[in-house]
């Protein structure tokens, strides 16, 4: 048998006591007798929140989603909620995405909140995470929360967490949460439920939410444009499928073809190798459906629908897939377009983005004489926002990772209602005898050309975990003093709060929380932000380049890969 650290192994006997069912114990003994390695990392460290909630793989012990842990949160969440609102009925509503175990575990989450006189709306099947979002607000309810993963692996699950808003937690809530959860015991968790506090939420909510989908993603397109336009959807096994169909034709959008091979919510994504609509390979029988269809546009969604990926014919009729800054910027460039044409604008609105998405955005936005915010990766920083400047009316926001939010009636990325305006814009710029790439185009020939690459490193486990510490480390104590022979002029180092400009030998504070991010920024506009992903074993490196040649653009991408040996 291989050496076991003896910390690992205590924790690893805690969860041997009979608080733990049976099955539990049993896994814990075959991994100490035959399986050391998945033992240490089970129990090597605890999950903790991160940009998206808390995620990671099923299974048992501290660093696993499981019953325990999961129950352990709620039972922390709730003590903070009865802290929060020490006079009020409290009320939280439960949703799940198509992962294994997600039905039953959100059960298991309710059951914890009855346990402690908390009422539960819970979905009683799947739905999409903005929804979810939604019904937050639209049944006023203190917390949310919704198991999902998003698109990482089968293996994975998660838990997000959303506030009386309709935003996920943010700082102090989530650090106060985290201080209740870290001084319980697993055997203080209440499990049995009190089923007369849940209640079972369905059509009411659907059609309410379809409703403001409706509201917010409509923008006056003839029924002969919606009549012209032929869409092929993919909801890649997941739970768009419950809503998207729903409010297209709602919307009437007749011509629409789903790639029915993928229609059926399974958490094995099973004709995918990864259900992530950022990757090409994701959308692969879509664009064979749409080449075979002749079809105008192709919408795929991640498996908790709250991401989208779009393709459009390019001036060849071929299908391309834009990446999720060109999306972002069509949409906005679109959504401006559309209030300016109906004066809404008034100087009192804004949009917002992220620090590591295209900086095209704040030169469209301000354009327009419309306020741009930029907050950090993950769109609780958006949502914030929203609540944080209350005088100010939120347009729609997005990032780079194909994520969009438009209003203000959820406070999350929506792939069901950022859907609707991609196909709000395909059939307006159709009927025009334009197109989405056109569009594309002519934004580009306006600003200028924009080229972002995203390249993300695997490290798994927690070796993989001090390999992208230590990388971290180097960027930070070894800075790069330039890039493809541009000089490094700034650096923002958001772990520290500080800005150094290196020209000048000077530093300003980032008035921003902290978190691992490091962005560099040259003399000739290269950008390269370094962050470790806060839901996945990743580093990711986020590139951007400006310029008048886009193939001269890839090139120099290219090239900046390659020097940071990040291939």
Same mark, same amino acid.
């Given at each position: 048998?291989?050496?076991?650290?003896?910390?690992?192994?205590?924790?690893?006997?805690?969860?041997?006591?009979?608080?733990?069912?049976?099955?539990?114990?049993?896994?814990?003994?075959?991994?100490?007798?035959?399986?050391?390695?998945?033992?240490?990392?089970?129990?090597?460290?605890?999950?903790?929140?991160?940009?998206?909630?808390?995620?990671?793989?099923?299974?048992?012990?501290?660093?696993?989603?499981?019953?325990?842990?999961?129950?352990?949160?709620?039972?922390?969440?709730?003590?903070?909620?009865?802290?929060?609102?020490?006079?009020?009925?409290?009320?939280?509503?439960?949703?799940?995405?198509?992962?294994?175990?997600?039905?039953?575990?959100?059960?298991?989450?309710?059951?914890?909140?009855?346990?402690?006189?908390?009422?539960?709306?819970?979905?009683?099947?799947?739905?999409?995470?903005?929804?979810?979002?939604?019904?937050?607000?639209?049944?006023?309810?203190?917390?949310?929360?919704?198991?999902?993963?998003?698109?990482?692996?089968?293996?994975?699950?998660?838990?997000?967490?959303?506030?009386?808003?309709?935003?996920?937690?943010?700082?102090?809530?989530?650090?106060?949460?985290?201080?209740?959860?870290?001084?319980?015991?697993?055997?203080?968790?209440?499990?049995?439920?009190?089923?007369?506090?849940?209640?079972?939420?369905?059509?009411?909510?659907?059609? $309410?939410?379809?409703?403001?989908?409706?509201?917010?993603?409509?923008?006056?397109?003839?029924?002969?444009?919606?009549?012209?336009?032929?869409?092929?959807?993919?909801?890649?096994?997941?739970?768009?499928?419950?809503?998207?169909?729903?409010?297209?034709?709602?919307?009437?959008?007749?011509?629409?073809?789903?790639?029915?091979?993928?229609?059926?919510?399974?958490?094995?994504?099973?004709?995918?190798?990864?259900?992530?609509?950022?990757?090409?390979?994701?959308?692969?029988?879509?664009?064979?459906?749409?080449?075979?269809?002749?079809?105008?546009?192709?919408?795929?969604?991640?498996?908790?629908?709250?991401?989208?990926?779009?393709?459009?014919?390019?001036?060849?009729?071929?299908?391309?897939?834009?990446?999720?800054?060109?999306?972002?910027?069509?949409?906005?460039?679109?959504?401006?377009? $559309?209030?300016?044409?109906?004066?809404?604008?008034?100087?009192?609105?804004?949009?917002?983005?992220?620090?590591?998405?295209?900086?095209?955005?704040?030169?469209?936005?301000?354009?327009?004489?419309?306020?741009?915010?930029?907050?950090?990766?993950?769109?609780?920083?958006? $949502?914030?926002?929203?609540?944080?400047?209350?005088?100010?009316?939120?347009?729609?926001?997005?990032?780079?990772?194909?994520?969009?939010?438009?209003?203000?009636?959820?406070?999350?990325?929506?792939?069901?209602?950022?859907?609707?305006?991609?196909?709000?814009?395909?059939?307006?710029?159709?009927?025009?005898?334009?197109?989405?790439?056109?569009?594309?185009?002519?934004?580009?020939?306006?600003?200028?050309?924009?080229?972002?690459?995203?390249?993300?490193?695997?490290?798994?486990?927690?070796?993989?975990?001090?390999?992208?510490?230590?990388?971290?480390?180097?960027?930070?104590?070894?800075?790069?003093?330039?890039?493809?022979?541009?000089?490094?002029?700034?650096?923002?180092?958001?772990?520290?709060?500080?800005?150094?400009?290196?020209?000048?030998?000077?530093?300003?504070?980032?008035?921003?929380?902290?978190?691992?991010?490091?962005?560099?920024?040259?003399?000739?506009?290269?950008?390269?932000?370094?962050?470790?992903?806060?839901?996945?074993?990743?580093?990711?490196?986020?590139?951007?380049?400006?310029?008048?040649?886009?193939?001269?653009?890839?090139?120099?991408?290219?090239?900046?890969?390659?020097?940071?040996?990040?291939?």
């Amino acid at each position: 048998m291989r050496y076991i650290d003896p910390d690992i192994l205590d924790k690893a006997n805690q969860w041997l006591t009979p608080f733990f069912d049976e099955h539990t114990q049993h896994t814990i003994k075959e991994l100490i007798a035959y399986d050391s390695e998945t033992l240490e990392d089970s129990f090597y460290k605890s999950l903790e929140f991160g940009t998206g909630g808390m995620r990671g793989i099923m299974g048992v012990g501290d660093n696993r989603i499981n019953k325990y842990t999961l129950g352990k949160n709620t039972q922390g969440l709730s003590n903070y909620l009865k802290k929060q609102f020490p006079s009020e009925d409290l009320k939280v509503a439960i949703a799940y995405d198509c992962r294994h175990n997600s039905k039953s575990l959100a059960k298991v989450v309710a059951d914890v909140f009855t346990a402690n006189g908390i009422k539960v709306y819970l979905f009683s099947d799947l739905r999409p995470t903005p929804e979810l979002s939604f019904a937050v607000k639209h049944l006023d309810c203190h917390c949310g929360i919704v198991l999902t993963a998003s698109h990482n692996p089968p293996e994975y699950n998660g838990y997000k967490v959303y506030w009386q808003d309709g935003g996920q937690l943010v700082p102090p809530q989530d650090g106060e949460i985290i201080q209740e959860i870290n001084a319980l015991n697993y055997t203080d968790v209440k499990f049995e439920a009190d089923e007369n506090m849940l209640e079972w939420i369905d059509s009411e909510v659907d059609e $309410a939410f379809s409703a403001a989908s409706l509201e917010n993603g409509s923008f006056g397109t003839s029924e002969v444009a919606k009549d012209g336009l032929k869409i092929v959807f993919t909801s890649l096994h997941g739970t768009s499928i419950t809503m998207i169909p729903k409010v297209l034709e709602m919307a009437g959008y007749s011509n629409v073809l789903v790639v029915e091979e993928q229609s059926e919510p399974d958490g094995d994504f099973p004709t995918v190798e990864s259900p992530n609509p950022e990757e090409p390979a994701a959308l692969k029988m879509a664009l064979e459906l749409a080449d075979k269809e002749n079809a105008d546009i192709v919408i795929g969604t991640d498996p908790d629908c709250d991401r989208l990926g779009i393709a459009v014919r390019n001036n060849n009729n071929e299908m391309m897939l834009l990446n999720g800054n060109q999306a972002m910027v069509l949409k906005s460039h679109f959504l401006l377009e $559309a209030w300016k044409n109906a004066n809404r604008l008034s100087g009192k609105q804004f949009m917002a983005s992220t620090i590591v998405s295209t900086p095209m955005l704040k030169e469209v936005v301000e354009s327009y004489g419309v306020l741009y915010k930029e907050g950090l990766t993950g769109f609780k920083w958006i $949502a914030k926002m929203v609540k944080d400047f209350p005088d100010l009316e939120f347009m729609g926001g997005g990032e780079e990772s194909f994520g969009f939010m438009v209003g203000d009636f959820v406070r999350d990325k929506d792939a069901v209602t950022s859907t609707l305006l991609a196909c709000e814009i395909a059939a307006q710029k159709k009927a025009e005898g334009s197109s989405m790439y056109e569009y594309l185009q002519e934004i580009y020939a306006e600003y200028g050309f924009f080229s972002e690459r995203l390249v993300s490193m695997v490290k798994k486990g927690k070796q993989g975990a001090e390999e992208i510490e230590q990388m971290m480390k180097n960027l930070r104590e070894s800075p790069l003093e330039s890039i493809q022979g541009s000089p490094v002029a700034r650096i923002e180092d958001y772990l520290l709060s500080e800005a150094r400009n290196i020209s000048e030998g000077t530093k300003e504070i980032l008035h921003v929380p902290k978190s691992n991010v490091l962005i560099y920024y040259t003399e000739d506009g290269i950008k390269v932000a370094a962050r470790p992903s806060g839901t996945e074993p990743k580093i990711k490196f986020y590139m951007s380049v400006k310029g008048s040649n886009p193939e001269i653009l890839e090139t120099k991408l290219d090239a900046i890969v390659e020097e940071l040996n990040i291939a």
